[in-house]
């Protein structure tokens, strides 16, 4: 099962929006995803927001590069990045994603 985690053990039940760049050799790339209005980020949520992680069962890829985004002194929206420097990173990556949008109904659009 492919779950997103900003808590480890706790996993986030709103689907992101996902943005896929990736450099003209395929060497590098960077993945955004968007929440709006997770789990993570509501009144009861009491535990520490230490990443993003993108568990399967391949194990899990980390990223710590996660901000929130607040209206009004509101949360609204947190934001994660990954960055990917390999070809193998890459297509670690998309393997996470192809689990993480079967189990979640995603589907991709090319831009």
Do not use: C
């Not at 709103?14 to 590098?28: A, C, F, Q, Y």
């Not at 069962?57 to 607040?70: A, C, S, Y």
């Not at 070809?87 to 993480?100: G, L, N, S, T």
């Amino acid at each position: 099962m492919a779950k997103i985690q900003f808590s480890r053990g706790i996993n986030e039940e709103v689907i992101p929006e996902v943005r896929l760049t990736r450099s003209k050799t395929g060497n590098s790339g960077t993945a955004t995803f968007i929440f709006q209005n997770p789990t993570a980020l509501s009144e009861g949520y009491t535990e520490e927001i230490t990443g993003m992680y993108m568990v399967d069962e391949e194990g899990e890829i980390v990223t710590r590069e996660v901000k929130g985004k607040f209206i009004n002194g509101k949360p609204e929206a947190l934001e994660a990045v990954h960055l990917m420097k390999s070809a193998q990173e890459w297509e670690r990556f998309m393997r996470f994603m192809q689990r993480y949008a079967e189990e979640n109904g995603l589907g991709l659009n090319k831009s």
